[in-house]
Nanobody, 123 residues
Framework: VQLQASGGGSAQAGGSLSLSCAAS????????MGWFRQAPGTEREFVAG????????AYADSVKGRFTISRDNAKNTVYLKADSLKPEDTAVYYC?????????????????WGQGTLVTVSS
């Protein structure tokens, strides 16, 4: 599985951005998909995850109520809509694919990673 993230950019605090992650292959719907982020000088952290059928969704507490993860299996794409952005959301955002069934918060549970897209939020 190859993953290509896009949609990063700059936004003002309180604004919104939409990220996309396109996957190759014919088995996209069988993969749990996740979004992680890594700010300079910090460890990579889980942001959101969604199961193959979209039945199970999980968010980090830091983004709950502000970010929305979704997927379109017909388009082999997973999305992350980030609203009410804060300066602390500034990071490189990565999408990842896992063979697990329910959303996993640990990066080691993911088998494939995209290249990352930078999100910068200014105050």
């Amino acid at each position: 599985v190859q993953l290509q993230a896009s949609g990063g950019g700059s936004a003002q605090a309180g604004g919104s951005l939409s990220l996309s992650c396109a996957a190759s292959g014919r088995t996209f719907s069988s993969y749990l998909m996740g979004w992680f982020r890594q700010a300079p000088g910090t460890e990579r952290e889980f942001v959101a995850g969604i199961s193959g059928s979209s039945s199970f969704i999980a968010y980090a507490d830091s983004v709950k109520g502000r970010f929305t993860i979704s997927r379109d299996n017909a388009k082999n794409t997973v999305y992350l809509k980030a609203d009410s952005l804060k300066p602390e959301d500034t990071a490189v955002y990565y999408c990842a694919a896992s063979r697990a069934v329910i959303p996993q918060t640990q990066g080691r549970m993911y088998d494939y990673w995209g290249q990352g897209t930078l999100v910068t939020v200014s105050s």
